[in-house]
């Protein structure tokens, strides 16, 4: 089959590779329908993560159930299903209760980091545990809202969440990717009564103030935020970025007693944490890998009632083919570009 393969920092090809096989009797293999480049891809493609080159990439996909193994009972064979981006064992206590970033047998994995997992940026996904990963995409959920339920979507829905929202509160979103403006959306669901969105990126900050945000340029994110709140500080931060400047700035914003939430990922191997300042703060500090299929309960009924609208963050449609050249672009922020849905038919 075709897929997208990392060789080393910014050199991702599009090449023929042995197609995946499934695991055990409760497997299943995923025609891969629409696949999608995620934030976390890029710290990949930038050499910030210890990946082996020949590894096929990619954790955010939708697709046709081909094979199932003889154990798997919630998808059938031509089922249209969503797969989550980070599975664990399926089996423990928590991971059926969809906790599976905090599996029991420690084995939580993400698709397209490791050898073990290969991505599903590509034309079929090999997935262990399917019946705890996969989900039949049910009705009133477009393909592309499927692509977003399987990574960031949750992930921002969980940024939100553990930024314990009051109705009311001033919340500050750091960062107007894909990632941060869904955390926008899921702010607004919780009763935050004003959204700060900071952003370098003039495009990222005009569809933040279209989603319902309050636009921040980076550069005046310190007078604006100090203005807004009576120099009292946000009530709540959500970092989604990913860099150490914005933790710290994340702690900075926030007012003595309020909560700092971190869906970021940072590949730094520690970030200076200024304890004084946190312990003076009375501050909470929450950070995670997003738990997927703990939050589709919650998360597939908004979607298919029209509450949330989250596909507005795709700008560009390719071919899987045009992969490498997707990534480029992705990184290089150019031609106004988000968030990239790839079609492995294309
Ligand atoms: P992205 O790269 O498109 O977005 C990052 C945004 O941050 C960009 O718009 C960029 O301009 C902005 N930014 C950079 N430096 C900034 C600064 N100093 N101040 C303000 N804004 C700044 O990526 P994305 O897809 O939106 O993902 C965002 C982060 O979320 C990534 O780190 C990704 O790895 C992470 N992520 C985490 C999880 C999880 O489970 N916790 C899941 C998915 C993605
Ligand atoms: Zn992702
Ligand atoms: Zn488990």
């Known amino acids: 089959m075709k ?21 055990d009797a409760r497997s299943a293999l ?25 590894l096929v990439v990619g954790h955010e996909f939708v697709g046709e159930v081909m094979e199932t193994g003889s154990d798997v009972a919630n998808v059938r064979v031509g089922d249209h299903v969503l797969v989550s981006g980070v ?3 399926g089996q423990c206590k928590r991971c059926v209760r969809g906790e599976v970033v905090r599996c029991e047998r420690k084995q939580t994995q993400v698709f397209g980091v490791g050898p073990d997992l290969p991505g599903g940026q590509a034309e079929a996904v090999a997935v262990p545990g399917a019946d705890h990963a996969i989900r039949p995409i049910p009705e009133g959920v477009s ?11 949750p992930t921002g829905y969980f940024g939100a969440r553990n930024a314990d929202i009051e109705p009311g509160d001033t919340v500050v979103v750091i960062g107007a990717g894909p990632v ?3 955390a926008l959306l899921s702010a607004q669901l919780f009763g935050a009564a004003r959204i700060l969105v900071v952003d370098r990126v003039p495009e990222r900050l005009a569809l933040a103030k279209e989603l319902g945000g309050i636009p921040v340029p980076a550069a005046e994110a310190d007078a604006t935020i100090a203005e807004l709140t009576n120099e009292q500080g946000a009530d709540r931060v959500i970092e989604a970025v990913g860099s150490d400047a914005t933790i710290l700035k994340a702690i900075d914003w926030v007012r003595p007693a309020g ?5 970021g990922v940072n590949t730094s191997p520690s970030v200076p944490f200024p304890m004084v300042l946190a312990l003076m703060k009375d501050l909470t500090f929450r950070i995670g890998l997003v738990p997927v ?21 795709f700008t ?20 106004g570009i988000l968030k990239v849905l790839l079609d492995p038919s294309r």
């Not at 897929?3 to 695991?23: F, I, N, Q, W």
């Not at 995923?30 to 020949?54: F, T």
């Not at 560009?316 to 031609?335: K, P």
């Open 180 to 182: 941060g403006l869904l």
């Open 3 to 23: 897929a997208l393969v990392y060789h080393g920092k910014e050199d991702m090809r599009v090449e023929s590779v042995p197609d995946p096989t499934p695991r």
């Open 316 to 335: 560009h449609r390719m071919g899987l083919s045009e992969g490498a050249e997707a990534y480029r672009l992705f990184s290089a922020r150019e031609d």
């Open 30 to 54: 995923v025609k891969v329908e629409r696949a999608a480049i995620c934030g976390s891809d890029l710290h990949l493609y930038h050499g910030d993560m210890p990946v082996p080159p020949g």
């Open 87 to 89: 599975i664990g064992c």
């Open 293 to 313: 299929p703990e939050l589709w309960p919650a998360l597939i009924p908004l979607v298919a009632s029209g509450r949330l609208q989250p596909e507005r963050v």
């Open 143 to 153: 393909v592309e809202q499927a692509v977003l339920l399987t990574d960031i979507l």
């Open 259 to 263: 909560t700092v939430s971190v869906i």
